[in-house]
Every structure is written in C-alpha cells, then in structure tokens.
C-alpha cells in the first residue's frame, strides 16, 4: 500500500513525471492552481487562479455548517460536529462526530470555473451500502476551501 501525498492546491506545479493524476482522471493536477507566479513580465497577476487545476485531492475539515452560530430563546446551542474528508484519486473517506463513517469513490463529472459536478458511488455508511448521489462543489480561495451540502470545508496541510 501506498500514500497518495498532495500539495493543498496552490503553488507550483511539480514535473509531469511528479503528477500522480493523469488524463484518465480528467487531469485534475491538485496542485500548481495558482498561475502567474513565474509568468513572464505583464503575464498576469502572481495570485491568479487556474480553476482547471483546483483538485479535490486532499483533506478537508469541516469549518461552518448550517445553524452552529444559532442560539435558542434560553441560551442554548446546537450540538457540535466535526467532518473530516480525505479525498484520493478516485476514493473518498469522511469521518465524523457524532461518530459516523461513509467510504466510496467518486469522479468529476463536469467543471464550471471553481464549480465541479461530482458523482459519489459505491458509499457505504457506518457498515451498510448507501445511494449514490450527484452534487455540485463550489471551490473557493484557489482551493483552500469548498463548499459542499451547504458546508464548509478548508484543506488541511500536507503532514511530512
């Protein structure tokens, strides 16, 4: 067994023989979004994005999710909760408090700018086969966030 090891997305892109993604995955580099840094003069702004280049490769945790802030007529609040995604070349994992697990993999089924249509399949939830379903992802900050069923997520760096 291996360990898929990405950059977070942005910065730049190491030699094609590096690339752990190829064509069959619709290219998606997960790193190297962030263009003009080595643009020659007048090329662009070194802070540009390449939204062709923001890959969901990585892991995500969970930073905002609908009703955290709300706060009920004698002060009390919701329950907390933590997800993390880690995201592979074609597999996904999301862990989660209150204790949850959902396995499967997924594919990219179109992009739109910082938008990515994507298919999860062969889920399993806590144990038992789930559905399939197709959502949009909505890429922000070069790819150092996502939005995802009304959630936000930020990459976590790379651990050496």
Not at 84 to 113: K, W
Not at 118 to 135: A, M, N, S, Y
Not at 138 to 144: A, K, S
């Amino acid at each position: 067994m291996f360990t898929l090891v990405m950059t977070h997305g942005c910065g730049p892109r190491p030699p094609a023989h590096e690339s752990s993604e190829g064509a069959a995955s619709g290219g998606e580099a997960g790193d190297g979004a962030r263009t003009g840094a080595s643009a020659p003069e007048g090329g662009g702004s070194p802070d540009a994005c390449d939204p062709s280049l923001v890959s969901l490769v990585g892991r995500f945790t969970l930073t905002r999710y609908p009703g955290q802030d709300d706060v009920g007529p004698n002060g009390e609040r919701p329950l907390g909760m933590s997800k993390e995604y880690e995201f592979t070349r074609e597999a996904y994992t999301m862990e989660g408090y209150p204790p949850l697990r959902i396995t499967g993999r997924y594919e990219v089924l179109e992009r739109d700018g910082l938008r990515q249509r994507v298919r999860f399949f062969d889920t399993v939830f806590d144990g038992q086969p789930d559905q399939d379903r197709e959502l949009w992802i909505v890429f922000e900050d070069c790819g150092d966030t996502l939005q995802m069923d009304g959630m936000t997520y930020s990459r976590q760096a790379n651990e050496p």
